[in-house]
């Protein structure tokens, strides 16, 4: 038996889940790649409603498999490739995943009984994983596939298997898939684990297996992302005993059994920062809404140091202007090292870069969450961009009175934050500009195009040939 030192048929989705008639969901069907279709240099205005939080909403589904009594109504989940897959892994055990009335998403996980996961399904999303804890801690055993999801980097799961086994877990690796079991075959008990680096996937995987451990256990080093605290904040309305949530810290007291409750997912901060971006790559004036704006911290700042204006409205609501009355007619470089929360976010990066090629000076974007997340470099370079790499670190050119800095071309999204990124990029270029394969877009942004066509851009989603 190997331990965790050596682990470094398409099911036809159910559109019931997500009712929707939009041209972005038409995407889901798997025989026909589309691509978005810009034409550039046009200002946007007006506001743009962001959605629930993508990120949040995959924890938090694969967070109702520890509820072994009741319903989960969530609200706010958005509508994506990514969790639609996500629903189809929790049926793949055994959970009822309906849609209700008013945009609540019903999940009954109390009749789970398989401990074996759709491996198609996990192939596709990173978070698919994440159903390993609660399967082990509730039934003792759990056997899931390596998990799929963007191209950004190993991502390496040592850690969440290692996490499970300061809880009691025993670990195997048996034809590409993790197989885990609980302590003396049954389920988990209390340990503590110090994560050697913050990862998010890996906190929450051990949160959700703790919450049903016998006995406390304690986590340090922590992720402290505002997901993490969401996740927490649903388990404890479950009947979860989790403490320091948002903090390198957690002390987590097990309980026998969580039951189900109602829950609302926080805003997406990356979506918020994305349309944050496309307001300041076009020079425009919009407000977004609902946000937690101290989850943007970063993100202003380095709008508010290219010469932007971010003014908070309300509680829960932004403005971002980036109009020449604000700016002088220019935007400023500035540079960005990406670093786990409260750092500045690498889900927002891609699209960083896209606007600094805009700007006026050179910039450098250091990566340092993943190691391979400069697949955008080459395209934004296909539109003029002046981009030059040097491992992790990209050092742009920015404008230059002598060229224009981005005018239209094909481009192709490798993952879902750089398809966004060239989407921005398209915008601000003069021309007409292409983005394939923009099934990654899909996967993680709710009727992307449709909001940014409410805001005054020129933008369409065409089918290309079939495939």
């Given at each position: 038996m190997?331990t965790t030192?050596?682990?470094l048929?398409?099911i036809?989705?159910q559109s019931?889940?997500?009712?929707s008639?939009?041209p972005s969901?038409?995407?889901?069907?798997?025989s026909?790649?589309?691509?978005l279709?810009i034409?550039g240099g046009?200002?946007i205005s007006?506001?743009?409603?962001?959605?629930?939080s993508?990120?949040?909403?995959?924890?938090v589904?694969?967070?109702t498999l520890?509820?072994s009594?009741?319903?989960?109504a969530?609200?706010g989940?958005p509508?994506l490739?990514?969790?639609?897959t996500?629903?189809?892994?929790?049926?793949s055990?055994?959970?009822?995943?309906?849609?209700?009335?008013g945009g609540?998403?019903?999940?009954d996980?109390?009749?789970?009984w398989?401990?074996?996961?759709c491996?198609?399904?996990?192939?596709r999303?990173r978070a698919?994983?994440?159903?390993?804890?609660?399967?082990?801690?509730r039934?003792g055993?759990?056997?899931v596939?390596m998990?799929g999801?963007?191209r950004?980097g190993l991502?390496?799961?040592?850690?969440?298997?290692?996490?499970l086994?300061?809880l009691?877990?025993?670990?195997?690796?048996?034809?590409e898939?993790v197989?885990v079991?609980?302590a003396?075959g049954?389920?988990?008990v209390?340990?503590s684990f110090?994560l050697?680096?913050?990862s998010?996937?890996?906190?929450?995987?051990f949160?959700?297996a703790a919450?049903?451990a016998?006995?406390?256990?304690v986590?340090t080093n922590?992720?402290?992302?505002p997901?993490?605290a969401d996740l927490?904040?649903?388990?404890?309305?479950?009947?979860?005993?989790i403490e320091?949530?948002g903090?390198?810290?957690?002390?987590?007291?097990?309980?026998?059994k969580?039951?189900?409750?109602?829950?609302t997912?926080?805003?997406?901060?990356?979506?918020?920062?994305?349309?944050?971006?496309?307001?300041?790559?076009?020079?425009?004036?919009?407000?977004l809404?609902?946000v937690?704006?101290?989850?943007?911290?970063q993100?202003?700042?380095?709008?508010?140091?290219a010469g932007?204006?971010?003014?908070?409205?309300g509680?829960?609501?932004?403005e971002v202007?980036?109009?020449?009355?604000?700016?002088?007619?220019?935007?400023?470089?500035?540079?960005?090292k990406t670093l786990p929360?409260?750092g500045f976010p690498?889900?927002?990066?891609?699209?960083?870069?896209?606007l600094?090629?805009?700007c006026?000076g050179?910039s450098?974007?250091?990566e340092s969450?993943?190691e391979?997340?400069?697949h955008h470099?080459?395209?934004?370079?296909?539109?003029?961009a002046?981009?030059?790499?040097s491992?992790n670190s990209?050092?742009i050119?920015?404008t230059?009175p002598?060229r224009?800095?981005l005018s239209g071309g094909r481009?192709r999204?490798?993952d879902?934050?750089?398809?966004?990124a060239l989407?921005l990029?398209?915008m601000?270029a003069?021309g007409?500009t292409?983005v394939e394969?923009?099934a990654?877009i899909?996967?993680?942004y709710?009727?992307?195009?449709?909001?940014?066509l409410?805001l005054?851009?020129d933008?369409?989603?065409?089918s290309e040939?079939?495939?």
């Open positions: 190997a030192s050596s682990l048929p398409l036809r989705l019931k889940i997500y009712p008639t939009s969901h038409r995407a889901s069907l798997p026909i790649e589309h691509k279709v034409s046009r200002s007006g506001h743009v409603a962001i959605s629930g993508k990120n949040s909403a995959l924890a589904l694969a967070g520890c509820c009594s009741g319903t989960v969530l609200r989940v509508e490739l990514d969790t639609r996500m629903a189809e892994v929790l049926r055990v055994g959970a009822r995943v309906e849609a209700e009335d609540v998403l019903v999940v996980a109390s009749n789970v398989v401990t074996e996961p491996s198609e399904k996990i192939g999303i698919g994983f994440f159903v390993l804890g609660p399967l082990v801690a039934f055993k759990a056997e596939a998990p999801g963007c950004i991502r390496p799961v040592d850690l969440y298997i290692k996490g086994e300061a009691g877990a025993v670990a195997e690796l048996r034809e898939k197989c079991y609980g003396n049954k389920g988990l209390g340990g110090h050697t680096y913050p998010v996937g890996a906190t929450e995987t949160m959700m919450s049903m016998d006995g406390v256990s986590l922590a992720a402290m992302e997901e993490v927490a904040k649903f388990l404890n309305a479950c009947g979860a005993c320091g949530a903090t390198s810290t957690l002390v987590i007291t097990g309980r026998k969580l039951y189900g409750a109602e829950f997912i926080l805003p997406d901060r990356i979506e918020a920062g994305t349309f944050m971006a496309a307001a300041a790559i076009t020079r425009s004036c919009i407000s809404s609902p937690i704006p101290s989850h943007l911290t993100m202003t700042e380095k709008l508010t140091e932007c204006k971010v003014t908070q409205i509680s829960s609501a932004l202007s980036a109009v020449p009355e604000v700016t002088g007619g220019k935007l400023q470089a500035f540079n960005i929360y409260p690498t889900d927002l990066q891609a699209q960083c870069m896209a600094l090629t805009t006026v050179s450098i974007i250091e969450v993943f391979n997340r400069m470099v080459k395209e934004l370079k296909k539109l003029g002046e981009i030059k790499l491992g990209a050092f050119g920015g230059k002598e224009i800095a481009v999204a490798a879902l934050r750089g398809g966004a989407v990029a398209g601000a003069s007409i292409e394969n923009i990654q899909d996967r993680g709710e009727r992307f195009e449709e909001k940014l409410s005054g851009a933008i369409r989603r065409e040939a079939a495939v």
